[in-house]
């Protein structure tokens, strides 16, 4: 039984929601213990992972028996699956029935990154995303995220939305995960309940009308943008599409759900029609609470298509031409078809599809990371960044050694680990077949390269 009592302003206001006698059951169930579910990355394979209950909605999502420690397992730290409460991976379910094109996607809100590794996760090799957070150091879990799930197909950013002023028409897909006033969060983090009163609602919703007033337009035509809290309450949901509606032009999506999943879709009247949100209670879904609306833009609005830059300038960022990305794809033996970018020394690789859309981005946001970053090269040799041990790229060029689990988290404590007849120079390390990062042998001693922020403490 949690200690902090539900407010009663949101008791009254979930009873005007559901009614006295289901609000008994909503209650009932936000006074359980949330389940634990994880999403695996299609991308990397766990050899020992038994599937479990699986997520409806979600081809990835898998319920977990009990909650295990997540830190203490080195494949959560390769990047092989992301912790994620189910509802929201519902989103899966959108992108795959309403079959979205695989382009440039924005997930505006993206801290730490669950929607993000989602959606890199869908895109694969066929688009690119950009993943934004506007809190610094929020940007930095988010990068370090985007890092471990590996795919090179992430620019993540880190600026208020007020900075895509000018990227306006140019993403197939704009997600906004709006900070809220987390009703839909009262079981799983207590603390939510404290924060909350009418007022914080007002708040959030007057910074959500914020956010989507500069988000509404950089949808391109016949694209998507999908807004989603992690609350009930009408002023935070309904009232956006309301907004939106009454901002920009849009056109409504209906999600076709599975009656069993006893999501409760909600109609919404507006002067543009009727537009559709679905709610996810915790009486009725095994997920925490969560509302999700679809919007889209109509084939008359404005499209971008950034044009190739003849002269890339940048103040920070240095364009690798075509002859030497060729000559580094042929020393690291990578193949398809990869360009390159140098940033403080180091090499970034991107699939050539998405060069003049980072050019474009790079002249107007602040890049925290995109791609693969490869690593720095001195004379003939590659010092290998941990991005690129954790990216899904070959690394055929180095010796590998698999580790104990116990000598995997060593590693990951950045601690000495003990080996006997290691090869000599850069050695990938990796659990159950995933990199985790890189160690060298000098011969007389061994260097653990793991980054000291992502070292894992006292345990
Ligand atoms: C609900 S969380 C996003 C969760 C994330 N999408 C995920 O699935 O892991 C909302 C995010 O919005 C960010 N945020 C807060 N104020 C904001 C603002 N004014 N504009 C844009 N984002 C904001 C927060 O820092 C937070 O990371």
Known sequence: MNSFKLPKAFQNQMKGLLGEVVYEEFEKAIEKEARTSIRLNPWKEIPNFEKTEPI?????????ESRPSFTLDPSFHAGGYYVQEASSMFIEHILKSLK????LFLDLAAAP?????????YLGEE?????????????????????????GNVLVSNNDPEHFAHLEGMFELVLIDAPCSGEGMFRKDPQARVEWSPDHVQLCASRQKRILDRS??????????????????????????????????????????????KIIESKVETESGEFFGYRFFPHLVEGEGFFITVLKRPQDALSLEPKKVKDFKHH?????????????????????????????????????????????????????????????????????S????????PKNK????????????????????????????????????????????????TNNYYPKEWRIRNL
Request: a negative charge.
């Open 386 to 393: 941990p991005a690129w041990a954790l990216s899904i790229l």
């Open 127 to 151: 688009g690119f995303l950009v993943a934004n957070e506007v809190i610094q150091n929020r940007a930095q879990i988010l990068r370090e995220n985007i890092i471990k799930w590996g795919l």
């Open 316 to 384: 920070y960022l240095k364009e690798i031409g075509p002859k030497e990305c060729e000559q580094i794809d042929l020393e690291l033996g990578f193949s398809g078809n990869g360009t390159y970018f140098q940033l403080n020394e180091s090499y970034f690789r991107i699939n050539q599809d998405w060069k003049n859309h980072v050019d474009k981005l790079s002249q107007h946001l602040s890049l925290k990371y995109f791609g693969v970053e490869i690593g720095k090269k001195q004379g003939i040799d590659w010092i290998p």
């Open 56 to 64: 409806p909605w979600s081809e990835n999502g898998y319920f977990l």
């Open 113 to 121: 990154g669950g929607k993000s590794t989602l959606l890199s996760s």
């Open 216 to 261: 509404g337009a950089l949808v391109k035509a016949g694209g998507y943008l999908i807004y989603s809290t992690c609350t009930f309450n009408e002023l935070e949901n309904e009232e956006m599409i309301r907004f939106l509606t009454e901002e920009f032009s849009y056109e409504p999506v209906r999600v076709p759900l599975d009656p069993n999943w």
């Open 398 to 445: 180095f010796e590998t050694i698999e580790l104990s689990k116990n000598q995997a988290l060593d590693f990951l404590r950045k601690s000495d680990i003990q080996f006997i007849d290691l090869p000599k120079g850069w050695v990938l390390v990796c659990y159950q077949s995933l990199p985790l990062g890189w160690i060298k042998n000098l011969g007389n001693r």
């Open 100 to 103: 979205v094109i695989k382009g």
